[in-house]
């Protein structure tokens, strides 16, 4: 099993720490449907607030590069994280639907 897949996991059991722990320290994630780059901190604090916990339906891995399919309530995700020495070292993720 990669980060990602331990990632999202984390995120549907509501495992915070775990979920941070998937990250290098420098790691970003970039929302392009609202503009954003944020880093893991406030990734794991916005992941916290969401009103449903998102889940993984698909994990695609090629190297260094893992591909998700999530969802959270009605809220869709498709998602692409580059992985260096094991842990997450950037992804984007778009999300569209409803509470996205």
Not at 31 to 58: F, K, L, M, N
């Amino acid at each position: 099993m990669n980060a990602v897949e331990r990632l999202w996991r984390a995120l549907a059991a509501g495992d915070w720490a775990a979920a941070r722990a998937q990250f290098r320290s420098h790691a970003r994630i970039e929302w392009p449907h609202t503009g954003e780059q944020i880093d893991v901190d406030e990734y794991v604090a916005r992941a916290r607030t969401r009103a449903q916990r998102p889940t993984a339906s698909r994990v695609v891995a090629e190297g260094r590069c893992v591909a998700v399919e999530a969802s959270a309530g009605e809220a869709r995700c498709a998602a692409f994280y580059d992985l260096h020495d094991g842990l997450i070292v950037s992804g984007v993720e778009y999300w569209v639907g409803e509470a996205a």
